[in-house]
């Protein structure tokens, strides 16, 4: 009886369904689907009264997205795009949604923010994030136009300036990277992007004035794990090693996936033969980047001075399978006894 009951409920819904005029391809939900909370129920009940109105599928889509349910999404913005060709905001959320559920889809997110920008030549939103996707994919040439268009724009010119530095840094041009850097800093001296990247186009060749950068970016946001980072590291190459410490631990605190402020602590332990502390920073290390061959070698190191040869030969040998060439590890092994 109640597979009865549920085949006339189903076959009762499917009439209904047919006798509206749901656009091809579109999400088609049951306002009795207790599997979807009452804001999407919401609009669904006007989407079911009226299924031809582009805006419900908008709305419904956009909902769909913040609860990070990005296939239904992507179904509602394609239904809303279908019925409103001409309507770049569409366009733009969708090609959104293609990349926040998969950072390296860019055919179908580049295809929706050229259509959205035939539709509208000055949508900053979809010019800054194509520029964005150019950029990821190395087209430098075609990111670059985009980019200059949009420097003067108000919501988005700083914006754009970074993305610069990104890409002019990438093709070696330090020069140019610096020089955008430094208009951004003198328009706007707090800007804390640019005060760290500038600190770190510093920090191998100009140390002293990266320090000064950092301790400006500390003063601007003094949780930056990135900057905190930045300083821990200067420290360790002044040998301040009791400074550097302090430092590694509070980025870790802030942050405790940051593997290379675990790494570089456990380097610095190993340097006053905490060997213990290396085991336990190297083993975080492996559980965050299971395949990061220097904390195989180092926590190899640390088992080798604590007399556990096998653990040592075990993990130089894991290290070598990773990187066959790496030198450290080739040669901890062959003067393994």
């Given at each position: 009886?109640?597979?009865?009951?549920?085949?006339?409920?189903?076959?009762?819904?499917?009439?209904v369904n047919c006798g509206?005029?749901?656009?091809?391809?579109?999400?088609?939900?049951?306002?009795?689907?207790?599997?979807?909370?009452?804001?999407?129920?919401?609009?669904?009940?006007?989407?079911?009264?009226?299924?031809?109105?582009?805006?419900?599928y908008y709305l419904r889509?956009?909902?769909?997205?913040?609860?990070?349910?990005?296939?239904?999404?992507?179904?509602?913005?394609?239904?809303?795009?279908?019925?409103?060709?001409?309507?770049?905001?569409?366009?733009?959320?969708?090609?959104?949604?293609?990349?926040?559920?998969?950072?390296?889809?860019?055919?179908?997110?580049?295809?929706?923010?050229?259509?959205?920008?035939?539709?509208?030549?000055?949508?900053?939103?979809?010019?800054?994030?194509?520029?964005?996707?150019?950029?990821?994919?190395?087209?430098?040439?075609?990111?670059?136009?985009?980019?200059?268009?949009?420097?003067?724009?108000?919501?988005?010119?700083?914006?754009?300036?970074?993305?610069?530095?990104?890409?002019?840094?990438?093709?070696?041009?330090?020069?140019?990277?610096?020089?955008?850097?430094?208009?951004?800093l003198l328009n706007d001296?707090?800007?804390?992007?640019?005060?760290?990247?500038?600190?770190?186009?510093?920090?191998?060749?100009?140390?002293?004035?990266?320090?000064?950068?950092?301790?400006?970016?500390?003063?601007?946001?003094?949780?930056?794990?990135?900057?905190?980072?930045?300083?821990?590291?200067?420290?360790?190459?002044?040998?301040?090693?009791?400074?550097?410490?302090?430092?590694?631990?509070?980025?870790?605190?802030?942050?405790?996936?940051?593997?290379?402020?675990?790494?570089?602590?456990?380097?610095?332990?190993?340097?006053?033969?905490?060997?213990?502390?290396?085991?336990?920073?190297?083993?975080?290390?492996?559980?965050?980047?299971?395949?990061?061959?220097?904390?195989?070698?180092?926590?190899?190191?640390?088992?080798?001075?604590?007399?556990?040869?096998?653990?040592?030969?075990?993990?130089?040998?894991?290290?070598?399978?990773?990187?066959?060439?790496?030198?450290?590890?080739?040669?901890?092994?062959?003067?393994?006894?």
């Open positions: 009886m109640r597979r009865l009951t549920y085949l006339v409920i189903s076959v009762a819904l499917f009439l509206q005029n749901y656009p091809e391809g579109a999400l088609i939900i049951s306002e009795s689907d207790t599997s979807y909370n009452e804001d999407i129920l919401k609009v669904t009940r006007k989407i079911n009264a009226d299924p031809q109105i582009a805006e419900n889509a956009n909902t769909f997205y913040f609860q990070t349910k990005f296939d239904a999404a992507i179904l509602d913005f394609q239904t809303a795009s279908q019925l409103d060709p001409k309507n770049p905001l569409y366009r733009y959320r969708l090609a959104e949604t293609y990349l926040e559920k998969d950072s390296a889809n860019y055919e179908q997110a580049a295809k929706q923010l050229q259509s959205a920008l035939q539709l509208k030549t000055d949508y900053a939103e979809a010019q800054f994030l194509y520029a964005k996707l150019l950029l990821a994919r190395q087209q430098y040439d075609l990111s670059e136009p985009l980019l200059k268009a949009l420097v003067k724009n108000a919501d988005f010119g700083v914006k754009a300036q970074l993305l610069q530095v990104v890409s002019f840094k990438e093709q070696k041009d330090t020069i140019k990277a610096i020089q955008v850097l430094d208009q951004i001296p707090n800007n804390y992007d640019a005060t760290m990247q500038k600190a770190l186009f510093l920090l191998e060749k100009e140390p002293n004035t990266a320090s000064q950068y950092i301790d400006k970016a500390l003063v601007i946001d003094e949780f930056s794990a990135e900057a905190l980072y930045a300083k821990a590291l200067l420290k360790q190459r002044s040998s301040q090693y009791a400074d550097a410490e302090i430092l590694y631990n509070r980025v870790i605190k802030i942050n405790p996936s940051h593997v290379f402020a675990h790494y570089n602590l456990a380097v610095v332990e190993a340097m006053f033969e905490n060997n213990d502390a290396v085991v336990e920073l190297c083993s975080r290390v492996l559980d965050l980047e299971s395949s990061n061959y220097k904390a195989l070698t180092l926590r190899g190191y640390a088992f080798e001075q604590m007399g556990n040869k096998k653990a040592a030969r075990k993990d130089y040998q894991a290290a070598l399978d990773i990187k066959p060439d790496y030198n450290q590890a080739k040669q901890y092994l062959k003067e393994l006894i």
